[in-house]
């Protein structure tokens, strides 16, 4: 026979207990916990505020900014796992490649070690000579492998830079462009383009040949078409010699494209210097195996880019003269300058 048990008030329903309401505990929603930062974020917050206020200040010196762009820059990118991999060296400039950038990558690329190189590459294009002593010396290290890192641009002879490279790292927005030699803002096939046009029409209309012939004596040095003719087979030269460079000549299909065919399509074939040979048509002139789309290096150019782009915004708001360029290792830091008066006379 089981133990009758009676309950006491305090264990008896609130019915039989007493007429009182039971005491409710009001629950709200659950709030957020505080917000902490670790070392490394509060460091990184820490160096962007002060350089946003160096920003701000009209009287602040350029070598100021530069300081503490470059401190910012190298606490928000420095701790990616892409420098475990890489040697990362950068060309990020808005306006043409020059022999000076040639000596900050050479200074950059000094003391490498075994890892490949990585370059982080954003330019219109600018010296021939200057952008293949860059993708040479790139090549020359200790790996003797050399990738590229496409965020937006690689126009030109920013394109020939990639001539030498092992793997192209691309995206959505990346493009490539044709190896087109411009002087005076005038592209160097233009001139042969026009005599070869004019030819074309004495051919259709021969009793103008006599107007064509005067105006081309009065217009045209015949030493100009032959200059402009050879700055072109100067850059074809170029791009065969450094994709020989790369050791093989696999590119598009099971045989590919020779290096020589590569450089010829690269500098003859496109009909604007603007074009843009976007990850598809890249494909189809250095090969499936060359082109990566989006990986680990490009979205990692792509962080590069981002914070760069809000630096220039940045130094910018005071002073729309101020620009910033970044060529050579990240321990070097940014380069804050007025923008230059002019550009080089040859470039692509």
Known sequence: MSDLITPTPSQSSPKSASNEAPLLTEVGPEQPASPTLSASDLKRFNTFDRFRKLAEDKATKPWELKKAASEYLVAELGEDPIFKKYNVVFVNDEHALVRTDVDDIHSALKNVDTRPVLLVLNSPGGSIEAGYFISKLCRETPSGRFEVAVPRRAKSAATLICCGADAIHMGSLSELGPIDPQIDEMPALGLKNAVQHLAGLVKTTPEAAEMFASYLAKALKLEQLGYYERVVESAEQYATHLLDLRGDATTTGEKGLEPKTIAHRLVHEYKDHG???????????????????????????????????????????NAKRRYMYLVGSLADGLTVAERPATQPQKET
Request: glycine share 4%; aromatic share 10%.
């Open 275 to 317: 074009f843009v040979i976007d990850v598809k048509e890249a494909r189809g002139i250095f090969g499936e195996a060359r082109i990566k789309r989006d990986t680990e290096e490009h979205r990692f150019s792509e962080r590069v880019y981002d914070e760069l782009r809000l630096i220039q915004i940045l130094l910018t708001q």
